[in-house]
Protein backbone atom coordinates (compact mmCIF):
# COMPACT_ATOMS: atom_id res chain seq x y z
CA UNK A 1 0.00 0.00 0.00
CA UNK A 2 1.70 2.90 -0.96
CA UNK A 3 1.68 5.77 2.08
CA UNK A 4 -0.59 8.22 0.05
CA UNK A 5 -3.77 5.51 0.26
CA UNK A 6 -2.38 4.30 3.89
CA UNK A 7 -2.70 8.26 5.18
CA UNK A 8 -6.15 8.48 3.76
CA UNK A 9 -7.07 5.07 5.23
CA UNK A 10 -5.55 6.02 8.67
CA UNK A 11 -7.76 8.81 8.69
CA UNK A 12 -11.09 7.77 7.68
CA UNK A 13 -14.11 8.62 10.45
CA UNK A 14 -16.80 6.39 10.74
CA UNK A 15 -19.40 8.44 11.16
CA UNK A 16 -22.00 6.06 12.36
CA UNK A 17 -24.18 5.89 15.57
CA UNK A 18 -25.08 1.25 15.69
CA UNK A 19 -28.43 0.98 17.41
CA UNK A 20 -28.69 -2.33 19.11
CA UNK A 21 -31.55 -3.79 19.96
CA UNK A 22 -32.37 -6.75 22.26
CA UNK A 23 -35.17 -8.17 20.55
CA UNK A 24 -37.06 -10.46 23.23
CA UNK A 25 -38.46 -8.67 25.93
CA UNK A 26 -37.30 -5.34 24.62
CA UNK A 27 -38.94 -5.36 20.96
CA UNK A 28 -41.40 -8.16 21.88
CA UNK A 29 -43.08 -9.15 24.56
CA UNK A 30 -42.37 -12.56 25.87
CA UNK A 31 -45.20 -12.10 28.68
CA UNK A 32 -47.49 -12.08 25.57
CA UNK A 33 -46.80 -16.01 25.53
CA UNK A 34 -49.19 -16.79 28.45
CA UNK A 35 -52.04 -16.22 25.92
CA UNK A 36 -51.00 -19.18 24.20
CA UNK A 37 -50.05 -20.74 27.46
CA UNK A 38 -53.45 -19.95 28.53
CA UNK A 39 -55.75 -22.08 25.87
CA UNK A 40 -53.90 -25.21 27.80
CA UNK A 41 -53.35 -24.05 31.26
CA UNK A 42 -55.40 -21.57 31.85
CA UNK A 43 -55.14 -21.02 36.02
CA UNK A 44 -51.16 -21.58 35.56
CA UNK A 45 -50.42 -20.25 32.27
CA UNK A 46 -48.71 -16.94 34.05
CA UNK A 47 -46.78 -18.73 36.76
CA UNK A 48 -45.58 -20.69 33.42
CA UNK A 49 -45.43 -18.13 31.67
CA UNK A 50 -42.86 -16.35 34.13
CA UNK A 51 -40.70 -19.66 34.94
CA UNK A 52 -40.16 -20.62 31.00
CA UNK A 53 -38.08 -16.99 30.72
CA UNK A 54 -36.30 -17.56 34.28
CA UNK A 55 -34.85 -20.81 32.75
CA UNK A 56 -34.71 -19.96 29.18
CA UNK A 57 -32.21 -16.93 30.83
CA UNK A 58 -30.35 -19.62 33.63
CA UNK A 59 -29.87 -22.28 31.23
CA UNK A 60 -27.84 -19.48 28.71
CA UNK A 61 -25.93 -18.17 32.00
CA UNK A 62 -24.97 -21.86 32.80
CA UNK A 63 -23.62 -22.14 28.94
CA UNK A 64 -21.83 -19.71 29.22
CA UNK A 65 -19.71 -20.25 32.62
CA UNK A 66 -19.35 -24.03 31.13
CA UNK A 67 -18.21 -23.27 28.11
CA UNK A 68 -20.83 -24.63 26.51
CA UNK A 69 -23.40 -23.83 23.66
CA UNK A 70 -26.78 -24.75 22.21
CA UNK A 71 -28.78 -23.27 20.04
CA UNK A 72 -31.77 -20.72 21.65
CA UNK A 73 -34.56 -22.44 20.22
CA UNK A 74 -33.33 -25.86 21.42
CA UNK A 75 -33.15 -24.02 25.18
CA UNK A 76 -35.98 -22.49 25.25
CA UNK A 77 -37.36 -26.06 24.77
CA UNK A 78 -35.91 -27.50 27.55
CA UNK A 79 -36.74 -24.29 29.98
CA UNK A 80 -40.39 -24.72 28.64
CA UNK A 81 -39.77 -28.41 29.77
CA UNK A 82 -38.67 -27.69 33.28
CA UNK A 83 -41.93 -25.06 33.86
CA UNK A 84 -43.89 -27.68 33.37
CA UNK A 85 -42.73 -30.42 35.39
CA UNK A 86 -41.65 -27.95 38.22
CA UNK A 87 -45.25 -26.99 38.43
CA UNK A 88 -46.47 -30.90 37.86
CA UNK A 89 -48.38 -29.92 34.72
CA UNK A 90 -49.01 -32.92 32.54
CA UNK A 91 -47.46 -32.15 28.72
CA UNK A 92 -47.28 -33.98 25.29
CA UNK A 93 -45.26 -33.25 22.43
CA UNK A 94 -47.96 -31.78 20.14
CA UNK A 95 -48.60 -29.16 23.35
CA UNK A 96 -45.21 -28.32 23.64
CA UNK A 97 -44.59 -27.40 19.50
CA UNK A 98 -47.35 -25.76 19.47
CA UNK A 99 -46.37 -23.28 22.16
CA UNK A 100 -42.86 -23.17 20.84
CA UNK A 101 -44.47 -21.64 17.56
CA UNK A 102 -45.85 -18.82 19.26
CA UNK A 103 -42.51 -17.63 19.37
CA UNK A 104 -42.56 -16.66 15.82
CA UNK A 105 -45.28 -14.27 16.46
CA UNK A 106 -44.55 -12.38 20.14
CA UNK A 107 -46.59 -9.42 20.59
CA UNK A 108 -44.44 -6.11 19.84
CA UNK A 109 -44.34 -3.19 22.36
CA UNK A 110 -46.81 -0.30 21.44
CA UNK A 111 -43.88 1.93 21.25
CA UNK A 112 -41.46 0.08 18.80
CA UNK A 113 -42.90 0.83 15.42
CA UNK A 114 -42.78 4.70 15.53
CA UNK A 115 -38.86 4.21 16.79
CA UNK A 116 -37.70 1.97 14.19
CA UNK A 117 -39.19 3.91 11.40
CA UNK A 118 -37.79 7.18 12.95
CA UNK A 119 -34.42 5.68 12.58
CA UNK A 120 -34.07 4.02 10.01
CA UNK A 121 -34.97 7.17 8.68
CA UNK A 122 -32.21 9.55 10.34
CA UNK A 123 -28.57 10.04 8.95
CA UNK A 124 -26.05 8.08 10.81
CA UNK A 125 -28.17 5.82 12.84
CA UNK A 126 -27.90 2.27 11.92
CA UNK A 127 -30.11 -0.11 13.74
CA UNK A 128 -29.58 -3.81 14.04
CA UNK A 129 -31.48 -6.48 16.09
CA UNK A 130 -28.88 -8.00 18.54
CA UNK A 131 -30.34 -11.12 20.28
CA UNK A 132 -29.91 -14.34 22.03
CA UNK A 133 -32.07 -15.93 19.91
CA UNK A 134 -31.04 -17.96 16.63
CA UNK A 135 -30.89 -16.55 13.24
CA UNK A 136 -34.21 -18.42 11.52
CA UNK A 137 -35.84 -16.79 15.38
CA UNK A 138 -34.76 -13.81 14.48
CA UNK A 139 -36.06 -13.77 10.58
CA UNK A 140 -39.38 -14.97 11.58
CA UNK A 141 -39.86 -12.13 13.98
CA UNK A 142 -39.20 -9.74 11.25
CA UNK A 143 -41.41 -11.54 8.63
CA UNK A 144 -44.05 -12.41 11.00
CA UNK A 145 -43.87 -8.71 12.99
CA UNK A 146 -45.41 -5.63 10.75
CA UNK A 147 -43.93 -3.77 13.42
CA UNK A 148 -40.26 -5.02 12.69
CA UNK A 149 -40.50 -4.44 8.97
CA UNK A 150 -38.15 -1.48 8.87
CA UNK A 151 -35.55 -4.38 9.08
CA UNK A 152 -36.58 -6.19 5.75
CA UNK A 153 -35.59 -2.91 4.52
CA UNK A 154 -31.91 -3.52 5.42
CA UNK A 155 -29.27 -5.90 4.02
CA UNK A 156 -29.78 -9.65 5.91
CA UNK A 157 -26.09 -9.21 7.62
CA UNK A 158 -26.77 -6.12 8.60
CA UNK A 159 -30.20 -6.41 10.16
CA UNK A 160 -29.70 -8.99 12.77
CA UNK A 161 -26.75 -10.58 14.95
CA UNK A 162 -27.78 -13.35 16.58
CA UNK A 163 -25.79 -15.60 19.28
CA UNK A 164 -25.30 -18.90 17.77
CA UNK A 165 -22.76 -16.33 15.02
CA UNK A 166 -20.49 -16.66 18.40
CA UNK A 167 -22.09 -19.69 20.48
CA UNK A 168 -21.75 -17.08 23.35
CA UNK A 169 -24.93 -15.83 24.99
CA UNK A 170 -25.36 -12.55 26.94
CA UNK A 171 -23.88 -11.35 28.88
CA UNK A 172 -20.39 -13.14 27.96
CA UNK A 173 -18.42 -10.46 27.01
CA UNK A 174 -17.28 -11.78 23.53
CA UNK A 175 -20.77 -11.41 22.20
CA UNK A 176 -20.74 -7.25 22.89
CA UNK A 177 -17.37 -7.05 21.01
CA UNK A 178 -18.35 -9.39 18.17
CA UNK A 179 -20.73 -7.34 17.52
CA UNK A 180 -18.67 -3.84 17.29
CA UNK A 181 -16.49 -5.85 15.11
CA UNK A 182 -19.35 -6.89 12.90
CA UNK A 183 -20.80 -3.34 12.20
CA UNK A 184 -17.14 -2.02 11.38
CA UNK A 185 -16.41 -0.27 15.48
CA UNK A 186 -13.64 -1.21 17.75
CA UNK A 187 -13.81 -2.40 20.22
CA UNK A 188 -11.97 0.27 22.12
CA UNK A 189 -13.47 2.87 24.03
CA UNK A 190 -12.90 6.13 21.68
CA UNK A 191 -11.72 4.94 19.21
CA UNK A 192 -10.39 7.66 16.58
CA UNK A 193 -11.85 5.42 13.64
CA UNK A 194 -15.03 4.57 15.67
CA UNK A 195 -15.34 2.95 19.02
CA UNK A 196 -17.45 0.66 20.83
CA UNK A 197 -19.00 3.27 22.76
CA UNK A 198 -20.88 4.23 19.47
CA UNK A 199 -22.83 1.39 19.61
CA UNK A 200 -25.84 2.25 21.65
CA UNK A 201 -27.95 -0.97 23.16
CA UNK A 202 -31.56 -0.71 23.75
CA UNK A 203 -32.42 -3.63 26.05
CA UNK A 204 -35.20 -4.33 29.00
CA UNK A 205 -32.74 -6.86 30.47
CA UNK A 206 -30.44 -5.67 33.10
CA UNK A 207 -28.31 -7.99 32.95
CA UNK A 208 -27.38 -7.06 28.98
CA UNK A 209 -27.07 -3.07 29.90
CA UNK A 210 -24.64 -4.56 33.06
CA UNK A 211 -22.75 -6.75 29.77
CA UNK A 212 -22.93 -3.90 27.67
CA UNK A 213 -21.76 -1.02 29.36
CA UNK A 214 -18.49 -3.43 31.23
CA UNK A 215 -17.09 -3.25 27.92
CA UNK A 216 -17.71 -0.11 26.75
CA UNK A 217 -21.07 0.18 24.68
CA UNK A 218 -23.45 3.08 26.00
CA UNK A 219 -26.28 1.87 27.45
CA UNK A 220 -30.30 2.48 27.47
CA UNK A 221 -31.89 0.60 29.40
CA UNK A 222 -36.13 0.48 28.93
CA UNK A 223 -38.01 0.58 32.35
CA UNK A 224 -41.67 0.71 31.34
CA UNK A 225 -42.54 -1.00 34.32
CA UNK A 226 -41.23 2.72 35.83
CA UNK A 227 -40.01 0.11 39.04
CA UNK A 228 -36.13 1.73 38.41
CA UNK A 229 -33.15 0.18 38.65
CA UNK A 230 -31.82 -2.25 41.91
CA UNK A 231 -29.00 -4.38 40.28
CA UNK A 232 -26.92 -4.58 43.40
CA UNK A 233 -24.40 -6.44 42.08
CA UNK A 234 -22.54 -3.26 40.10
CA UNK A 235 -21.61 0.13 41.16
CA UNK A 236 -22.97 2.16 37.68
CA UNK A 237 -26.21 1.57 36.99
CA UNK A 238 -27.24 2.32 33.01
CA UNK A 239 -26.03 5.28 31.12
CA UNK A 240 -29.62 6.11 29.93
CA UNK A 241 -33.16 5.60 31.48
CA UNK A 242 -35.55 5.57 28.85
CA UNK A 243 -39.48 4.64 30.13
CA UNK A 244 -40.53 3.92 26.60
CA UNK A 245 -38.94 3.68 22.95
CA UNK A 246 -40.53 7.13 22.37
CA UNK A 247 -38.06 8.68 24.35
CA UNK A 248 -35.06 7.35 22.42
CA UNK A 249 -35.26 9.91 19.74
CA UNK A 250 -33.98 12.47 22.28
CA UNK A 251 -31.31 10.03 23.54
CA UNK A 252 -30.12 9.25 19.99
CA UNK A 253 -30.08 13.22 19.01
CA UNK A 254 -27.90 14.43 22.06
CA UNK A 255 -25.48 11.46 21.44
CA UNK A 256 -25.47 12.66 17.65
CA UNK A 257 -24.78 16.22 18.47
CA UNK A 258 -22.18 15.20 21.12
CA UNK A 259 -20.24 12.59 18.32
CA UNK A 260 -20.76 14.73 15.85
CA UNK A 261 -18.69 17.38 17.81
CA UNK A 262 -16.02 14.79 18.39
CA UNK A 263 -16.04 13.63 14.79
CA UNK A 264 -15.25 17.27 13.61
CA UNK A 265 -12.39 17.55 16.34
CA UNK A 266 -10.86 14.26 14.10
CA UNK A 267 -11.17 15.18 11.07
CA UNK A 268 -10.07 18.87 11.65
CA UNK A 269 -6.82 17.21 13.44
CA UNK A 270 -6.28 14.98 10.48
CA UNK A 271 -6.55 17.85 7.99
CA UNK A 272 -4.31 19.39 9.97
CA UNK A 273 -1.46 16.74 10.20
CA UNK A 274 -2.17 15.89 6.16
CA UNK A 275 -0.80 19.77 5.80
CA UNK A 276 1.82 20.15 7.83
Known amino acids: MDPETSRFIDNIVDRRIIVAFDLFGTLLSTDSISK ?30 MGT ?7 TRKSLVHALSESSI ?8 NLLTSYASLTPFPDVRACLETIISTKHLQPIIF ?5 AMAKEAVINTPELQSFG ?10 ADEIEKYKPHPMIYQYLAAKVGKSITVGDRHGGIDEVVLVSANPFDIVGGQAVGMTGVWVDRAGNGWHDALVKDGPKVVIKSLEELKGVLESILESKGIVWEEVNKKNKEEEES
Open 36 to 65: KLAEYYPEKAEVISTTWRKYQLEYTWRLNS
Open 69 to 75: FEPFDTI
Open 90 to 97: PHNESQIT
Open 131 to 135: TNGTK
Open 153 to 162: KVREKDAFLS
